[in-house]
């Protein structure tokens, strides 16, 4: 069975859970993967400001497959996979978005360093721009 939280950056700068999920209504599994996803959207958030790339948009899914059909509390997690929608202005600030990206998955993000203890972790990337000069 495969459990999936989305958080979404705001416009103000802060991360939101994605409906129809609501915080105070997840199960620990969920917020497992809520955490994960939250700790790699600061890292990355953090990464492209050092970079001095305002990001447009950005969405992360954090999954994980579960090694039974229902959850329970003897489930375990089989693998994770982690997704960034990205949108950012211009077309040359792909790489460097790209760049924060791979830093943040592979180097600096605890959460998903611990996640890949418990189980294979897998991400992938799409990154657009608005803008081409």
Not at 36 to 54: D, Q, S
Not at 56 to 76: F, N, Y
Not at 82 to 92: A, L, M, P, V, W
């Amino acid at each position: 069975m495969q459990q999936s939280i989305t958080i979404n950056l705001n416009d103000g700068g802060q991360f939101e859970i994605a409906k129809p999920h609501e915080l105070n209504k997840l199960n620990p599994k969920e917020l497992l993967l809520y955490s994960t996803a939250l700790c790699a959207g600061l890292t990355l958030r953090r990464l492209a400001e050092k970079e001095r790339v305002k990001l447009l948009k950005l969405e992360i899914k954090m999954s994980g497959e579960l090694d039974t059909d229902k959850v329970e509390g003897i489930s375990k997690f089989e693998s994770f996979n982690i997704s960034y929608n990205i949108e950012c202005k211009h077309i040359d600030e792909q790489s460097k978005v790209s760049h924060a990206v791979q830093l943040t998955t592979d180097k600096y993000c605890g959460g998903l360093a611990m996640m890949r203890k418990i189980a294979p972790l897998s991400h992938s990337i799409s990154i657009v721009s608005v803008e081409v000069d």
